[in-house]
């Protein structure tokens, strides 16, 4: 079974300030990840999607970027953060039959 | 008009009780539905799926799927006080990479 390695756990921004969050996978062949964010009171927003190295969709224009450098490597960057960017990170994979999603612990992120 | 959608609640039931939580979506095209907990301050944990017609039953749960009403529910039968999160529909609307959307969630809460 796959398992979704994401940190930080919290983390507390000043805005302005670049972001990074990491997202790596074991266990698992299927090379589409997923970056979501839940804002507070909000759904599922879905981000970032990337099918293969390199290749990176963006759903939603916003503040952040989204790289795929290796297969089971996904990061979710900002050059300068925002007070909207405050949220729940979730970085999610495809499981049983590709359809579902099958989500990391998430990184709650406060930007002050 | 949002692609899936849940009553925010909250929704509560006392102990023992039967929860019903409800979902439409809006693409007719639709195959796959999904039902999610959230416990709060945690990542969503997929609980039940369903791709026909009918009722499909995992333990206390069931999930219920209408393609003609474009209706999906939850049935949690003898609701526990643990049982109380938030549930996140999630329906696969089209093919390719990007496929799965999320409800904003019910909050359920179980009274002992």
């Known amino acids: 079974s796959q398992t979704i390695h994401q940190w930080p756990a919290t983390l507390v921004q000043p805005v302005g300030s670049p972001l990074s969050l990491e997202c790596t996978v074991e266990?698992?062949?299927?090379?589409?990840l997923y970056w979501y964010r839940q804002a507070a009171g909000r759904g599922l927003q879905l981000l970032f999607y990337?099918?293969?190295?390199?290749?990176i969709s963006s759903e939603v224009p916003q503040n952040l970027s989204a790289s795929r450098p290796q297969d089971r490597q996904f990061i979710l960057s900002s050059k300068k953060l925002l007070l909207s960017d405050s949220g729940f990170y979730l970085c999610?994979?495809?499981?049983?039959?590709?359809?579902?999603?099958?989500f990391g612990q998430g990184t709650r992120l406060t930007v002050v | 008009q949002k692609e899936v959608e849940q009553n925010s609640g909250p929704l509560s039931v006392p102990e023992g009780a039967i929860a019903s939580l409800n979902c439409t979506y809006s693409?007719?095209?639709?195959?796959?539905f999904f039902w999610y907990r959230q416990y709060s301050g945690k990542s969503p944990e997929l609980i039940m799926s369903?791709?026909?017609?009918g009722d499909k039953e995992d333990g206390r749960f069931t999930a219920q799927l209408n393609k003609a009403s474009q209706y999906v529910s939850l049935l949690i039968r003898d609701s526990q006080p643990s049982d109380s999160a938030t549930y996140l529909c999630?329906?696969?609307?089209?093919?390719?990479?990007?496929?799965?959307?999320f409800g904003t969630g019910t909050r359920l809460t179980v009274i002992p």
């Open positions: 999630a329906v696969n609307i089209r093919t390719g990479a990007n496929n799965l959307f």
């Open positions: 369903i791709y026909s017609n």
């Open positions: 266990g698992t062949s299927n090379p589409n």
């Open positions: 693409d007719r095209g639709s195959q796959s």
């Open positions: 999610a994979c495809p499981t049983g039959t590709g359809y579902e999603a099958f």
């Open positions: 990337s099918v293969g190295i390199g290749q």
